[in-house]
T-cell receptor, first 110, second 114 residues
Framework: RKEVEQDPGPFNVPEGATVAFNCTYS??????FFWYRQDCRKEPKLLMSVYSSGNEDGRFTAQLNRASQYISLLIRDSKLSDSATYLC???????????FGQGTELSVKP | AAGVIQSPRHLIKEKRETATLKCYPI?????VYWYQQGPGQDPQFLIS???????DKGSIPDRFSAQQFSDYHSELNMSSLELGDSALYFC?????????????FGPGTRLTVL
């Protein structure tokens, strides 16, 4: 079993839809949490860090529930350009290695 | 803004050959990480360096070695290449020693072993 597990994809949604990704992590000692976005054959790019208080960046909202060891990402008003693989990522300590989920592929259609 | 630079971007080698991948971190970033991403897989941590010292080691084969130099750039040396080493190799850098752990990834080196 992977340490970080994500919803299996792909998610195929129309433009303008709201889509939610879920992620669970097994190591309660995990310290930092992130969502990265990866386009095909390119490097992962940080989408947002995730905090217990929840955080929002435009159309993107991330939530962390430490008690349930659960992380979520909500994308509102999906755009064609949101099509990518979304990676749930944790690390155990500052400066430590990143541990990736298997990723969830999102395809936004016209 | 300056990003992480990796070279070469593409590399084709034969089995049993050696390869050297280079990574130039973002200026003033003191920590470098190497990740391997096989086809259809998520990135897997290989090794990291902080202030030129190895700080952590993951599932890196003994055939691979790496180091960080005085200018903070890093090199990943791979010997006795196998077909299974074909993958994208990402380098990431972070100003971890300065209290933040966000990692920024380079564009990757695509290694193909024939």
């Amino acid at each position: 079993r992977k340490e970080v597990e994500q919803d299996p994809g792909p998610f195929n949604v129309p433009e303008g839809a709201t889509v939610a990704f879920n992620c669970t992590y097994s190591n309660s000692a995990s310290q930092s949490f992130f969502w990265y976005r990866q386009d095909c054959r390119k490097e992962p790019k940080l989408l947002m860090s995730v905090y217990s208080s929840g955080n929002e960046d435009g159309r993107f909202t991330a939530q962390l529930n430490r008690a349930s060891q659960y992380i979520s990402l909500l994308i509102r008003d999906s755009k064609l350009s949101d099509s990518a693989t979304y990676l749930c990522v944790v690390n155990h300590n500052q400066g430590g290695k990143l541990i990736f989920g298997q990723g969830t592929e999102l395809s936004v259609k016209p | 803004a300056a990003g992480v630079i990796q070279s070469p971007r593409h590399l084709i080698k034969e089995k049993r050959e050696t390869a050297t991948l280079k990574c130039y971190p973002i200026p003033r970033h003191d920590t470098v990480y190497w990740y391997q991403q096989g086809p259809g897989q998520d990135p897997q941590f290989l090794i990291s360096f902080y202030e030129k010292m190895q700080s952590d080691k993951g599932s890196i084969p003994d055939r691979f070695s790496a180091q960080q130099f005085s200018d903070y750039h890093s090199e990943l040396n791979m010997s006795s290449l196998e077909l299974g080493d074909s993958a994208l190799y990402f380098c990431a850098s972070s100003p971890a020693g300065r209290g933040t752990d966000t990692q920024y990834f380079g564009p990757g080196t695509r290694l193909t072993v024939l």
